[in-house]
């Protein structure tokens, strides 16, 4: 069932609506449903999340019968952002993810951000799908503020991603959408997975398997699911190593994404199209995994090209 989570007048006679697809199950279910809320299109470049929502309405009518729980699917809070590839509120130059928890009485931006959160407070769980921007490419990882991690690490630990990476505490992250679920009491998980403007589909039906399993384990889902892979769980600061161009030009790798390394293991270059030359090899500074890779090839002095995680997060 279609519905309008919140609508403003545009000009020219438009209007902006939020919409969501809800499914419920086809026979009554005794006692109180639980309810997962799946929630992607906040940064408008982010494109994973789409075929995700497709990939989980098709898998339920496939088999609707095993469905014993509510489903929410939120395809598009910036809906605006994803028809003109703007990663925030075109019009505006806002990052929606820094609008949250909003205000019912705010301007139009605030009035949606609110009537969002009002819509998926009660969830049991939430799922928040992002990409990586057009630069980065990532692994199928969850990100999780420290100080939600004793609820949220034992759902993460369900959904099939490679990676568990728990942050510190942060200012900003205070306006961010899943902390304000997470301190209105719903377990929201942020995954970070791919990369802006594409949609990579190994990565989605990964995360899509994890749904499914996470809502067998909440009692929404009857059907078979896949076991969930075991993630690395990163809690240390100092288990992420960060690799910064040092100088501007074009960076070409000579690595895989998710590829183990040796230290001083060859990463790729930054090379000087115009002149032939190489400007920089770029070596591993450390033993570990390779989880973000850069994808847009031009750098400029500081650009980050990838994060590896040591070899001492992987013995924890």
Not at 106 to 112: N, Q, S, V
Not at 187 to 207: D, S
Not at 266 to 280: A, E, T
Request: aromatic share 6%.
């Amino acid at each position: 069932m279609i519905k309008t989570v919140a609508s403003v007048g545009l000009p020219v006679d438009e209007v902006l609506e939020i919409r969501k697809n809800r499914i419920k199950p086809d026979t009554k279910i005794n006692g109180k449903k639980k309810r997962i809320s799946i929630v992607t299109g906040i940064h408008g470049d982010e494109l994973e999340g789409q075929f995700v929502c497709f990939e989980i309405i098709r898998r339920i009518r496939e088999e609707k019968d095993k469905l014993t729980g509510i489903v929410d699917i939120y395809p598009a809070m910036n809906p605006l952002g994803i028809d003109s590839i703007t990663r925030g509120i075109p019009g505006f130059d806002l990052d929606m993810n820094r609008l949250f928890p909003g205000n019912s009485d705010g301007d139009m931006t605030e009035y949606l951000a609110s009537q969002i959160v009002k819509d998926v407070e009660g969830s049991d769980a939430c799922i928040d799908i992002h990409a990586s921007n057009i630069y980065l490419t990532e692994i199928p990882q969850i990100r999780i503020n420290e100080q939600h991690k004793e609820q949220l690490i034992p759902l993460a630990m369900k959904t099939n991603v490679d990676f568990i990476w728990v942050h510190g505490a942060s200012t900003v992250l205070e306006s961010t959408f899943a902390h304000s679920l997470n301190s209105r009491g719903v377990p929201t998980l942020v995954v970070e997975m791919g990369v802006g403007m594409r949609i990579t589909k190994a990565y989605c039906n990964q995360l899509v398997d994890g749904i499914f399993n996470l809502m067998r384990e909440m009692g929404i889902w009857q059907g078979e699911t896949i076991t969930p892979r075991k993630p690395i769980i990163s809690q240390n600061p100092d288990d992420v190593s960060y690799l910064n161009a040092s100088v501007s030009g074009i960076f070409v790798p000579n690595v895989k994404h998710w590829e183990h390394l040796k230290k001083g293991d060859q990463i790729g270059s930054i090379i000087d199209p115009l002149r032939g030359k190489v400007l920089d090899e770029i070596l591993s500074p450390v033993d570990g995994i390779l989880f973000t890779i850069r994808e847009y090839p031009v750098v400029d002095e500081g650009s980050l090209m990838g994060r590896l995680l040591r070899d001492e997060a992987l013995k924890e």
